[in-house]
């Protein structure tokens, strides 16, 4: 199994910047897609951005394109998320997953993704 683990959320002001990191462990294939995912409080969990492991390609959710950066060290085994610019509507829960096999319903697709971490909460004031 794929085991995937979240670091860096925490608190800061309007317009300050975060780093996620998510850790992958167990096994995992080396091209799979990888995404970041958020849910803010009594909402839907939405795609924020999404890639592949081995390179060749990003994609971003669109309330936070030009500001979220998506990347994948395959030294680490991680995929990390650069935020900046960020503002209280980015409050949420964020959360990294794997597809691993399986049907590829697109990068942004919830339903494409087999494996979650837990999540690590961003807020913003």
């Known amino acids: 199994d794929v085991q995937l683990v979240e670091s860096g959320g925490g608190s800061v002001q309007a317009g300050g910047s975060l780093g996620l990191s998510c850790a992958v462990s167990?096994?995992?294939?080396?091209?799979?897609?990888m995404a970041w995912f958020r849910q803010p409080p009594g909402q839907e969990r939405v795609a924020v951005a999404a890639?592949?492991?081995?390179?060749?390609?990003?994609w971003y959710g669109s309330p936070v394109k030009g500001r979220f950066t998506i990347s994948a060290d395959t030294a680490k085994n991680t995929v990390n998320l650069q935020m900046n610019s960020l503002n209280p509507e980015d409050t949420a829960l964020y959360s990294c997953?794997?597809?691993?096999?399986?049907?590829?319903?697109?990068?942004?697709?919830?339903?494409?993704?087999?494996?979650w971490g837990q999540g690590t909460q961003v807020t913003v004031s």
């Open positions: 997953a794997a597809h691993q096999g399986g049907p590829h319903y697109g990068p942004l697709v919830r339903t494409t993704y087999t494996y």
């Open positions: 167990g096994y995992a294939e080396r091209h799979n897609c």
């Open positions: 890639t592949y492991r081995s390179g060749g390609g990003t």
